[in-house]
């Protein structure tokens, strides 16, 4: 694990906050959102900045036909230890910089490896966290300066 720089939360407190992404993210990738939410409790505010890109969602959703569409696009999946690059903490603010890794069917697509860098933002709200923030990239393996132009270009 990473320092705590000017931490006031206690580093077993991001060290929960790390375990139950791990978590919340394995409930996911079986298809349970139901749980994943419960897990992570995105705040109204929440963003999210999905690794498919575009323009990211403000707001979640917490319907039942939104949070079963989404537990819909992930099947049959399985993680691998999560892996914690970075974690920075102040009296009210976690941020985690993580590596998720993944074996799931995405979307309708057959069951393939997904490794994600992934940044989470929490906010305390009172006695809990509340996750305000996910952005996230395939870009674990690291791509060339060519394939990030054209990225950039479309």
């Known amino acids: 694990m990473s320092d705590l720089m000017h931490a006031r939360v206690a580093p077993d407190e ?3 906050l790390a375990a ?7 409930a996911l990738m079986r298809g349970d959102a139901r749980t994943y939410v419960s897990l992570v409790r995105p705040a109204p505010d929440h963003l999210l ?3 498919f890109g575009g323009a990211p969602t403000r707001g979640f959703d917490r319907s039942s036909e ?5 537990g819909r696009f992930f ?18 603010m976690v941020v985690l910089a993580i590596i998720e890794r993944q074996h799931v069917a995405v979307g ?7 490794a994600l860098r992934v940044t ?30 054209a990225i950039a270009r479309s």
């Open 108 to 114: 309708g697509l057959p069951p393939q490896d997904w």
């Open 20 to 26: 139950l992404t791990a978590q919340a993210n394995a």
């Open 120 to 149: 989470l933002v929490f906010r305390r709200d009172g006695s809990e966290w509340r996750q305000v923030h996910r952005h996230a990239d395939p870009l674990v393996a690291g791509i060339s300066l060519e394939q990030a132009a």
């Open 14 to 16: 991001v060290a929960d």
């Open 75 to 92: 099947e049959a999946g399985t993680t691998a230890p999560q892996e914690l690059v970075h974690a920075y903490a102040t009296a009210d």
């Open 49 to 51: 900045m999905s690794p």
């Open 66 to 70: 939104r949070v079963e569409r989404l």
